[in-house]
T-cell receptor, first 117, second 114 residues
Framework: EPEVTQTPSHQVTQMGQEVILRCVPI?????FYWYRQILGQKVEFLVS????????KSEIFDDQFSVERPDGSNFTLKIRSTKLEDSAMYFC???????????????FGEGSRLTVL | AQKITQTQPGMFVQEKEAVTLDCTYD???????LFWYKQPSSGEMIFLIY??????QNATEGRYSLNFQKARKSANLVISASQLGDSAMYFC???????????FGQGTTLQVKP
């Protein structure tokens, strides 16, 4: 079964450092997403990406965050200067079509746990 | 604004019994979709079941069924014949608009007792 893969599975970083989380979406998928889950809390939408540009972003996704699809297969989330409150599990997701659910599933990766010290 | 509410922080169920996890939602959209995901202690998000707002029948997937009551804006997950492996966090989510942007509830931790 096709799957979304994420690396690293766990990263520990010092506050103020830059972090890049990588995702390889399913090959024929066109819509890409990042979600965040602070430990013990609900999953929150960060950003959606289609056709090499951001479709939508939440208020969490401020200037410290950026996304890109550098080579047609990877989809990355960069946090420029990490803060303690960025510690969370970050999930990448992808879908083949825009209309998720009715005719297409949203596939999640296994997550990247970021710990900021 | 859309909102998902899961009022049960934690639930216990005896193995082999059925359990219902509650979910209510609020939206002004006519077309929407509702999802349930399972998150085991390992952390991954596992898709369980989907219900579209125009679907007339309740969705079912194996031991999972979704009790969709549109007028009451509820989308409860029913797990029949609980297994020890069902112990996990369960999230209800709603699709916002026509995209993969999902709004999640706070989750319910289910523990299955042997």
């Amino acid at each position: 079964e096709p799957e979304v893969t994420q690396t690293p599975s766990h990263q520990v970083t010092q506050m103020g450092q830059e972090v890049i989380l990588r995702c390889v979406p399913i090959s024929n998928h066109l819509y890409f997403y990042w979600y965040r889950q602070i430990l013990g809390q609900k999953v929150e939408f960060l950003v959606s990406f289609y056709n090499n540009e951001i479709s939508e972003k939440s208020e969490i996704f401020d200037d410290q965050f950026s996304v890109e699809r550098p080579d047609g297969s990877n989809f990355t989330l960069k946090i420029r200067s990490t803060k303690l409150e960025d510690s969370a599990m970050y999930f990448c997701a992808s879908s083949e079509i825009r209309w998720v659910g009715d005719t297409g599933e949203l596939f999640f990766g296994e997550g990247s746990r970021l710990t900021v010290l | 604004a859309q909102k998902i509410t899961q009022t049960q922080p934690g639930m216990f169920v005896q193995e082999k019994e059925a359990v219902t996890l509650d979910c209510t939602y609020d939206t002004s959209d006519q077309s929407y979709g509702l999802f349930w995901y399972k998150q085991p202690s390992s952390g991954e998000m596992i898709f369980l079941i989907y219900q579209g707002s125009y679907d007339e029948q309740n969705a079912t997937e194996g031991r999972y069924s979704l009790n969709f009551q549109k007028a009451r804006k509820s989308a409860n997950l029913v797990i029949s014949a609980s297994q020890l492996g069902d112990s996990a966090m369960y999230f209800c989510a709603m699709r916002e608009g026509n995209t993969g942007k999902l709004i999640f509830g706070q989750g319910t931790t289910l523990q299955v007792k042997p």
